[in-house]
């Protein structure tokens, strides 16, 4: 089955700052990278995703990439905010078959005023 | 819309007793997952359903948990009898298509069990 891995564990920036999520994938047959914040004591809400046809998307200050030959996608948030101040998991599934997401461990991401 | 509903928020109980969660989804969404988060990860597949059927139940503890989708909307995920292990976050999704490409899934707000 797939397994995602998600670095770093916990990442803390300045207000302003860029920050930076990075997953792997082992399942070459994924082709659907969703991402998901949670806030503390919330539900994940998706914030942005990729399918494997396209190896960039960006969305105001979030953009994430894919690199499909590695196997390794990332989360890139611009001008950081505090309230970009959550948990992120990032996830890999595949079209067919078993179609539930493999999520990442998840970023604590800390954005200091 | 109303996004997908989960009852109860919280649930504290004894070892050894059963208990029992709800997810109502999104209005016309066909398939319905469970998940299982424990403090500090990532969320974990139960059991999906299409519909009424349960289409993938692998990860499901069968010999203590068990799920149902009836009529092919609300969900029950049952635990008898729980274990102190057990004790996470339950959450529910939701999302539009049985077939063809993937679609957003929709998280409820999720059940959070202690077992004592």
Redesign the interface.
């Known amino acids: 089955g797939e397994n995602v891995e998600q670095h770093p564990s916990t990442l803390s920036v300045q207000e302003g700052d860029s920050a930076v999520i990075k997953c792997t994938y082992s399942d070459s047959a994924s082709n659907y990278f969703p991402w998901y914040k949670q806030e503390l004591g919330k539900r994940p809400q998706l914030i942005i995703d990729i399918r494997s046809n396209v190896g960039e998307k960006k969305d105001q200050r979030i953009a994430v990439t894919l690199n499909k030959t590695a196997k390794h996608f990332s989360l890139h948030i611009t001008e950081t905010q505090p309230e970009d101040s959550a948990v992120y998991f990032c996830a890999a599934t595949r079209d067919t078959g078993r179609r539930a997401l493999t999520f990442g461990s998840g970023t604590r991401l800390q954005v200091q005023p | 819309e109303a996004?997908?509903v989960q009852s109860p928020r919280y649930k504290i109980i004894e070892k050894k007793q059963p208990v029992a969660f709800w997810c109502n989804p999104i209005s016309g969404h066909n398939?319905l997952?469970w998940?299982l988060q424990n403090l500090?990860?990532?969320?974990?597949?139960l059991i999906?359903y299409e519909n009424e059927e349960a289409v993938?139940d692998s990860q499901l503890p069968k010999d203590r948990f068990s799920a149902e989708r009836l009529k092919g909307v609300d969900s029950t995920l049952k635990i008898q009898p729980a274990e102190l292990g057990d004790s996470a976050v339950y959450?529910c999704a939701s999302s539009l298509s049985a077939s063809?490409?993937?679609d957003?899934?929709?998280?409820?707000?999720?059940t959070r069990l202690t077992v004592l």
Not at chain 2, 40 to 45: C, F
């Open positions: 996004g997908v398939t997952y998940y500090g990860q990532g969320p974990e597949l999906r993938d959450l063809g490409s993937v957003e899934q929709f998280f409820g707000p999720g």
